[in-house]
């Protein structure tokens, strides 16, 4: 009974910090698409630019949980057609021996400019 104790305890150790881990990771997930969706909101605005969009996603993320999206980075880019923001990261690790890497892309048309014909 106890060796079994023995093998069975580390064993279900390792299965909740892997669930609580794979919960981490769906939450950086849906921090960094909510992140890069406000980005693209504000930066496909008439008279906006790629730098307002990325910088209302840094400001989102600084209010969602940048210790949640470790080492995240912010690209945004905006043409005449589409406004684009991209969050990348990893997510926050707790037993320090891995980090899975976080990925979101939002894409939105760019609305024209007063007085242009789309």
Same mark, same amino acid.
């Given at each position: 009974?106890?060796?079994?104790?023995?093998?069975?305890?580390?064993?279900?150790?390792?299965?909740?910090?892997?669930?609580?881990?794979?919960?981490?990771?769906?939450?950086?997930?849906?921090?960094?698409?909510?992140? *890069?969706?406000?980005? +693209?909101?504000?930066?496909? $605005?008439?008279?906006?630019?790629? !730098? /307002? =969009?990325?910088? #209302?996603?840094?400001?989102?993320?600084?209010?969602?949980?940048?210790?949640?999206?470790?080492?995240?980075?912010?690209?945004?880019?905006?043409?005449?057609?589409?406004?684009?923001?991209?969050?990348?990261?990893? *997510?926050?690790?707790? +037993?320090?021996?891995?980090? $899975?890497?976080?990925?979101?892309? !939002? /894409? =939105?048309?760019? #609305?024209?400019?007063?007085?242009?014909?789309?």
């Amino acid at each position: 009974m106890a060796a079994e104790l023995v093998i069975a305890t580390p064993l279900l150790l390792l299965l909740v910090m892997g669930v609580i881990q794979f919960a981490l990771w769906q939450h950086a997930e849906h921090i960094a698409s909510a992140v *890069a969706q406000q980005g +693209v909101a504000v930066g496909r $605005l008439q008279g906006e630019t790629a !730098a /307002a =969009g990325q910088n #209302e996603a840094q400001s989102v993320l600084d209010q969602l949980g940048p210790t949640v999206l470790v080492g995240s980075n912010i690209t945004a880019t905006r043409t005449n057609v589409t406004t684009t923001v991209t969050v990348t990261g990893h *997510a926050e690790s707790i +037993v320090g021996l891995f980090s $899975l890497p976080v990925k979101a892309v !939002a /894409a =939105g048309p760019t #609305e024209p400019a007063v007085g242009t014909i789309p």
